[in-house]
């Protein structure tokens, strides 16, 4: 099951780089608050997180009253100055500002409205049962690709058994705050800590991202058809994939001589493993 740490300024003493050597995969960081505070943590805690690896997430603690509209207009401004979005990171609203629920919903609209106006579709919301009812926030209060719940409940009862608050399915829940006492490693004291419901990290490959993975594939392909006596002369399968990989070698040149935004020799070594694993299992090879 995968854990994850959500800190702000409040936590003050924070190792990145101890976090991500214990295997977690990624953080969510306080950016901002209403429409003029800024986490003087932030900026520093995203850019490192980037550099570690670490999926992101960046919420903004929503003050009910305010304008939802100036609220994400502060927030992503903020999120920018940092360095920005990359494909695995995620924003979130988080609502559960105690002296104001009667205007929540009606944030959650302004909110997640001018987020998608200013071209950022998709998001999170955060929030408590204890919270969402009385302020009657609920999915269709939020843009389409807003309508993710990440919630906080400490009670026992199961993950898969926790009272939703009205309006919310379960398919929409993407992660549950169990804790605001645990102990993680790199980040001292006790913080809160969330338990991964639903994946939301995809990751989308250019064309150019695909070829230079194909070709990555090849020394691999060729530990399989011989390490083993597998001739490919002897495997049509292996001889179409052979040349459809060996196709692309110009175009492998070409997309390497320039920038990529991607680190796809890291990507490349990541999958050729299990990828020739798979391609072995598929042909009934054994892989090396």
Known sequence: MTVFADISHYQDTVDLATYARAGYDRVFLKATQGTTYTDPTFAARWQQAGALGLARGAYHFAEAEDSGAADFDHFIAVVSAAGGLR???LLCLDSEDPPDVSRADEHAREFTSRAVARGYPNGCLYTGRWYAEPANLQPDDLAPGWRR??????????????VLPAGWSRSQVIARQYTESATISGIAG??????????????TLTDADARLVARALVPYLAEITTGYGNSVDNNPQLQEFRRALNAVAADVAAIKASTAPLDINALAAALAGPVATQLAQHLQLKAV
């Not at 990440?150 to 058994?161: E, H, Q, R, V």
């Not at 006790?190 to 990751?203: F, G």
């Open 87 to 89: 494909p695995a990171d």
């Open 190 to 203: 006790l913080c809160d800590a969330s338990r991964l419901l639903k994946e939301w990290i995809t990751v």
């Open 149 to 162: 719940l990440w919630i906080s409940d400490y009670g026992s009862a199961a993950d898969t058994a926790i």
